[in-house]
């Protein structure tokens, strides 16, 4: 959304209302677009915000939710932060949801809310909620502003607290009075952040135990994620992988910082990774986990994970550091610049064997045993479409029209989730888009509104299943009014489709409220339907024979689009290894 202008900068020393302060603030700080959805508390800025139209694009949601990943989408497709607004009460708790996927996942979001008057805060007045209170652990940082003479330095703390360190959403919660009064704004006040010192220099003599592990290592790994995405890394993480020869394994989030079809790149690890990298994070002498956290869908079994050699842990939150496992090396600080200074001391050592040349063949060659024996497959067919064939089709089409530089992707919650990280293939950062720590249904398609908010000129498309669909469906309505191009590839099954996965190798296949249809033949909802009732247009397909026509179809729509894709439902997400258990018991069949 731009960066910070010069404080005070053009302003005139009239006294101003605290929701003209709050949006000129906004400007500020660069913010060109808010999603926000109105109300009785929150009605002075919306106000102001009708003024701004030519500076600040409002849009409104149907869902405070979706308004929120919204802003999701529009943040981590840019690595700016983002801004939501709703009124106090339920709008505010609307966006619980959306603040606590953004503390789990590192997004710079700031979300403000209304507020009832001073006055009456405490007495259960009308529409009102502490959600400062609801908000404290799901945010890095919060706000309830009493007076309107605060709201400047507010608004420049939020800004700095959100994007520094490790980034997370603030929450600056603003009574309706302090919005309606009127002040001399002091643009210039300075910040009161004691004691908040983000982002540490990283010494040399600091990292060359990093360097020393890597020359005493024969068969070394990365373990790379979502730091590398929010430090801007991917560039510099790629030569020094590339100088090192070291193989990389990624995180669910990881996914884009190392091109998919580079040599060195394993895939995804964990969970639903590729028996590859699971194998060889498993038998590697030196784990390199780079802007990690050390996730359960990683590590799976604690104690049992990377067991058998040395861990160096490099991050910007120094509380990451030995949570879940302990680091032989551990490096706090930005993942960025201690790559950057890694990349210097290789480069300037004239005498260094760190290279990569034929240093890690016997490993490498392993490596390709591994991809070659245990590849990442499915068993397609000719009588259905497979969801696996939907997404890799896609992708493949994609790739012919030379347009994959410009395609932002964006998930549900789910099986689709898992299959779209497997088989779309990544090359970049911020164009693969999803809820990876808190999981939360409903985020694909407002997610992909947002991010196509941010990027008017790519493709933007969110990969869902009808459950997570149906969960924000009333944001077609934001894309029509809106004019938003998102298109929606669902891959419809009639079912939650990873609880079914579980009840079937877990339950006995027993179906515990897992199925979404009506029990008649016609697929329920017609969601074609749904989609021309909300002014989107939309295409159903059962057949094969129509996938690529069909997609081709989506791509080629000037403006919001839905394909329906009828899918089996007895499709698993493999491989697997099941929660709490460990390389040695992975499903691959």
């Not at 906004?26 to 677009?33: A, C, K, Y």
């Not at 709703?86 to 619980?96: K, L, Q, R, W, Y």
């Not at 560039?235 to 669910?252: D, M, Q, S």
């Amino acid at each position: 959304m731009g960066s910070p202008s010069t404080a005070g900068q053009g302003h005139s020393a009239e006294p101003m209302s605290g929701a003209d302060i709050l949006v000129q603030s906004l400007i500020n700080h660069g913010v060109d677009t808010v999603f926000a959805y109105p109300g009785g508390a929150s009605m002075p800025i919306h106000q102001t915000l009708t003024r701004y139209a030519d500076r600040v694009r409002t849009i409104l949601p149907r869902h405070e939710q979706g308004g929120g990943f919204m802003a999701h989408g529009y943040s981590r497709s840019t690595g700016k932060p983002s801004v939501c607004m709703s009124t106090s009460g339920p709008g505010a708790t609307n966006f619980v949801t959306c603040l606590a996927d953004a503390k789990m996942d590192s997004i710079p979001m700031i979300a403000i809310t209304g507020q009832v008057s001073t006055p009456v805060i405490g007495t259960d007045a009308f529409q009102e909620t502490p959600i400062v209170e609801v908000c404290r652990a799901i945010t890095k940082h919060h706000f309830l502003v009493t007076r309107t003479e605060d709201l400047p330095r507010v608004m420049k703390e939020a800004f700095h607290i959100a994007t520094t360190g490790r980034p997370g959403p603030i929450i600056i919660d603003v009574p309706k009075d302090v919005q309606i009064k009127r002040v001399v704004p002091d643009w210039d006040a300075p910040m009161n952040l004691p004691g908040y010192r983000p982002t540490p220099a990283v010494k040399r003599a600091q990292l060359q135990p990093i360097l020393d592990a890597i020359r005493g290592s024969k068969r070394p790994i990365f373990y790379a994620g979502g730091g590398l995405t929010h430090a801007g890394a991917a560039e510099v993480f790629k030569l020094f992988a590339e100088l090192t020869g070291i193989p990389v394994a990624l995180t669910l989030h990881g996914i884009g910082n190392f091109p998919a079809d580079h040599y060195l790149c394993l895939q995804m690890m964990g969970m639903h990774g590729t028996v590859t990298s699971n194998y060889a994070v498993n038998d590697a002498d030196l784990l390199l986990a780079i802007g990690v956290r050390f996730d359960d869908r990683v590590t799976g079994k604690l104690t049992e994970f990377a067991k058998h050699g040395k861990i160096v842990h490099v991050d910007i939150d120094k509380s990451e550091i030995h949570k879940n496992k302990f680091a032989h090396v551990p490096v706090h600080g930005d993942v960025k610049q201690v790559l950057t200074e890694l990349l210097a001391m290789v480069r300037e050592d004239e005498n260094t064997d760190l290279v990569a040349g034929g240093r890690y063949a016997e490993w490498l060659q392993q490596i390709d045993e591994w991809r070659e024996t245990e590849p990442l497959t499915f068993a397609d067919r000719d009588d259905a479409i497979l969801p696996q064939a939907a997404i890799k089709r896609l992708h493949e089409i994609l790739k012919d029209r030379g347009q994959l530089d410009k395609v932002i992707v964006s998930t549900g919650v789910g099986q689709h989730q898992m299959w779209a990280a497997q088989y779309f293939g990544f090359n970049h950062p911020r164009t693969w888009i999803t809820s990876g720590g808190l999981g939360t249904m409903g985020f694909g398609l407002p997610a992909a509104m947002g991010a196509k908010v941010a990027h008017p000129d790519h493709v933007c498309i969110d990969i869902d299943g009808d459950g997570s669909f149906l969960m924000n469906v009333q944001e077609l309505a934001c894309c029509y009014t809106e004019k938003i191009g998102a298109k929606v590839l669902l891959l419809n099954n009639q079912h939650l489709g990873m609880v079914m996965q579980w009840e079937d190798r877990f339950f006995g296949s027993n179906r515990g409220h897992t199925y979404l249809g009506s029990g008649e033949e016609t697929p329920y909802p017609d969601f074609v339907k749904v989609a021309e009732g909300f002014g989107v247009k939309g295409q159903a397909i059962v057949d094969k024979a129509d996938l690529d026509a069909a997609l081709i179809a989506m791509l080629d729509h000037d403006g919001p689009y839905l394909l329906n894709v009828h899918v089996p439902h007895q499709e698993h997400v493999l491989p697997m290894i099941p929660s709490g258990m460990t390389v040695k018991d992975i499903i691959k069949a």
